[in-house]
């Protein structure tokens, strides 16, 4: 596939490193700097672009996903903090029959850890004598906290235990990649469920596998769409 970067940070540079060996070829990449706006995402520029990954800011995430779609370009995202345009967004994609796959976080096994958390929460409902926690650990440039990650695991325990609160402590420092607890202790004992990335490749990988699960597609999609499909 053609592929486009659209921000060029750590992931850019990590999905970069890892699309040739998947046999990708990285045709076009815009650095935030030169993209105010989404000013540097042109059609013309775009032409024969497969599908673009948009890893850069809240802030510059939903205009590029919008110039994106108006281009024809299917896009994967793994921005965090932009939520709230989420609606705005969708709306503009499906007008215009194009695809997103959108996630807080790309990982497999954060995936896997997201379904097992789920089921766990259920399984302790029926015992209240045991308070809940997360706790996020992330490098100390990373812009959001809590970690998308982490509200997307409190929002699926949540769901499956109302009666309980999961409150949420992010930690940025040094060079953390990603790592996400989810505590249960009583008085006698603690559960704890986690998953620790040890690098970027994970997400990189797990981008890289949306990206090529988009052509053909039209809508907007979660990284769980792609991993599990009509069983999420």
């Not at 000013?39 to 948009?54: M, Y």
Request: proline share 5%.
């Amino acid at each position: 596939m053609r592929l486009a970067l659209v921000g060029y940070g750590r992931m850019g540079q990590t999905i970069a490193a890892l699309a040739a060996a998947r046999g990708h070829e990285i045709a076009l990449v815009v650095d935030e700097a030169e993209n105010p706006g989404g000013a540097a995402l042109a059609p013309a520029r775009l032409d024969g672009i497969e599908a673009a990954l948009e890893f850069t800011t809240p802030a510059s995430a939903p205009t590029n996903l919008v110039r994106l779609a108006e281009a024809g370009v299917p896009t994967v995202c793994g921005t965090t903090g932009w939520e709230a345009d989420l609606a705005r967004v969708a709306g503009a994609i499906r007008e215009r029959r194009g695809a997103l796959v959108h996630a807080a976080n790309f990982s497999v096994g954060v995936h896997l850890f997201l379904r097992t958390a789920r089921d766990l929460a259920r399984r302790v409902t029926t015992h209240p004598e045991f308070d809940a926690f997360i706790v996020e650990e992330h490098h100390r440039n990373k812009l959001d906290a809590p970690s998308g990650t982490a509200l997307t695991l409190q929002a699926a325990v949540t769901r499956a235990d109302p009666s309980r609160r999961f409150p949420i402590t992010s930690v940025r420092a040094g060079s953390i990649p990603g790592n996400h607890t989810l505590t249960y202790d009583g008085p006698y004992e603690s559960l704890t469920l986690a998953h620790v990335a040890r690098s970027r490749d994970g997400f990189a990988a797990g981008a890289l596998l949306a990206a090529e699960w988009l052509p053909g597609r039209s809508g907007v999609f979660t990284f769980e769409d792609v991993l599990f499909g009509e069983d999420r």
